[in-house]
């Protein structure tokens, strides 16, 4: 399974997050590879998340590719950067595509984790 999928998967198994209590959308992730193109559906109705593979139109749209993708659900690319060099577009209320970028990991998040990891190996 791809950290992309891992991504959505985690997500879809949150069934609120307070950061959007305030928050009403829907915002579709188009996720290029190739010739392919993966669909995710976040729908959100004040921090209540559910998230599905269905197509179909949403308020936001924000189209990625496969390897931009990947690494911001590994945290090691920022939204907000990729929006600015044109590796992600966003279709929609920029603002929300903004506000959902905080669902990715950050940089700080995953070296927390790893840190917090026990040390494999005997040495």
Known sequence: MSATSAFFERLAA???DPRFDKVRGSVRFDIRDGDQV???LLA???GRLRVTRDD???GTVIRVS???AESMALGQMNGLAAITRGEILVDGDL???LRVGRLFPSQTEV???AAAE???GTG
């Open 14 to 16: 949150t069934d609120h």
């Open 38 to 40: 993966q669909r995710w």
């Open 44 to 46: 959100i109705d004040h």
């Open 56 to 58: 179909g139109p949403a």
């Open 66 to 68: 496969a390897q931009v």
């Open 95 to 97: 603002a929300l595509a």
């Open 111 to 113: 070296r927390r984790g």
């Open 118 to 120: 026990p040390a494999s």
